[in-house]
């Protein structure tokens, strides 16, 4: 230590009229500017290494927080895009289960609309069937009446003569005539 001091001492002495030149003595030189450099950025640099390891860290230490945060709002957002996703599958299901539900109406209604629709048919074909068999009854009286009267026609005209046909209207305008006063 104590070259050291010597060199610091030694260098006011050293004329500034002299020329620039090296110095060959190796340990007289390099240990003392070594020791000069060393010192000068141990006792300045210091701080400066500290500062700069204390920005570091604190960088660091925010970046960490802010992934911290960034997490925990991702977690958050997460657990909101779950929670939405059950609501909307329950809602869906609900939507399944409804419009399930709704198939099954509207099949009954139209099982039970066409169920009605064909008992009218069955019914308005009955009444047709009947109305028709009336109908043909009637045709048949009618033509059965019309030929029982032709061959009452055809029997009385073949067997009444002109004064027996007489008789009869004469008694037939009596008839209508005694139904008039009574009538009146």
Partial sequence: MKN???SFISLGYWPSAESFGFNT??????????????????????????DLLDNRKHRILKTIQN?????????????????????????????????????EREKENLINSTSKSLE???NYKNETIRFEQQRAINQV???VFQQALQGAL?????CLDNEL????????????????EITN
Wanted: net charge negative; glycine share 8%; charged share 25%.
């Fill in 67 to 103: 992934s911290e945060e960034l997490r925990e709002g991702a977690i958050e957002q997460l657990e909101k895009a779950q929670s939405r996703l059950r609501k909307v599958e329950m809602e869906a299901d609900q939507f399944r289960v409804n419009g399930y539900s709704e198939i």
């Fill in 141 to 143: 009286r009618q033509q």
């Fill in 25 to 50: 003595d190796i340990l007289a030189t390099n240990p003392i500017n070594l020791s000069v450099v060393l010192g000068v950025l141990i006792f300045f640099g210091k701080g400066v290494l500290s």
């Fill in 154 to 158: 055809g029997t009385l005209n073949s």
């Fill in 120 to 122: 009218q048919l069955e």
């Fill in 165 to 180: 046909h007489l008789r009869n209207i004469s008694a037939n305008i009596g008839m209508f005539g005694t139904m008039k």
């Fill in 4 to 6: 050291v001091t010597d």
